[in-house]
């Protein structure tokens, strides 16, 4: 069920409803559409639909121009949007899911990768991947743990990441030998070690 401001759902035939979260704010509309396992609903930005067992909700991507949204439908093939503007946009369902399959995965697990290339000079790559929002912090160490360098220090959603380290730091050539670079993403800690060659 919708209102102007506020997605409804109800679980148990309509006895009780809780709002739903998640959709940009903005207006909903009634045309809520169910297909299959998916809930369709048309926002002011957009069509937006959701799969049962989940919690996300995913634009379908209509390659709309900026413009108001005032009504969605959806048949057996396509989706479509009307606009305030006079102008109806449609695209295939089977699309729809195709782009949702593709989608990469989120990580499940904090990791940091061995840097590459290793030995390095001038540059090397590290990756790492952090599997929920978090504060992170990768830095570079030398043998008797003197900091050399802060490569990361932010909040990070959950993704995979990659940055570059450079052997020259603040104007400075390091020299030739072992260095460690660590990773902190709220508890997890983990060290890896490199080697600079000139």
Not at 110 to 121: D, I, R
Not at 130 to 144: A, G, M, N, P, Y
Request: proline content about 4%; glycine content about 6%; some cysteine.
């Amino acid at each position: 069920m919708g209102s102007t401001t506020i997605l409804y759902k109800s679980t148990d035939d309509g006895l009780t409803w809780t709002g739903v979260q998640g959709l940009p704010s903005g207006y909903y509309y009634m045309n809520l559409k169910a297909y299959g396992d998916y809930l369709f609903c048309a926002h002011m930005t957009g069509i937006y639909f959701q799969h049962k067992d989940s919690t996300n909700w995913i634009n379908a991507n209509l390659n709309i121009i900026p413009s108001f949204i005032s009504c969605g439908e959806i048949d057996d093939n396509y989706i479509y949007a009307g606009s305030m503007d006079s102008l109806i946009y449609r695209r295939r369902i089977s699309e729809i899911f195709t782009d949702v399959e593709e989608q990469p995965t989120q990580p499940e697990e904090f990791k940091l990768e061995q840097n590459y290339p290793n030995p390095f000079n001038p540059s090397t790559r590290i990756h790492y991947q952090v599997s929920s929002i978090s504060q992170v912090t990768l830095k570079v160490f030398d043998v008797l743990g003197n900091e050399i360098a802060t490569l990361v220090n932010e909040e990070k959603p959950a993704g995979s990441y990659e940055v570059e380290f450079q052997s020259t730091v603040i104007n400075r050539q390091l020299a030739s030998g072992i260095y460690f670079y660590q990773l902190k993403a709220d508890e997890f800690i983990q060290t890896k070690k490199m080697l600079m060659i000139k």
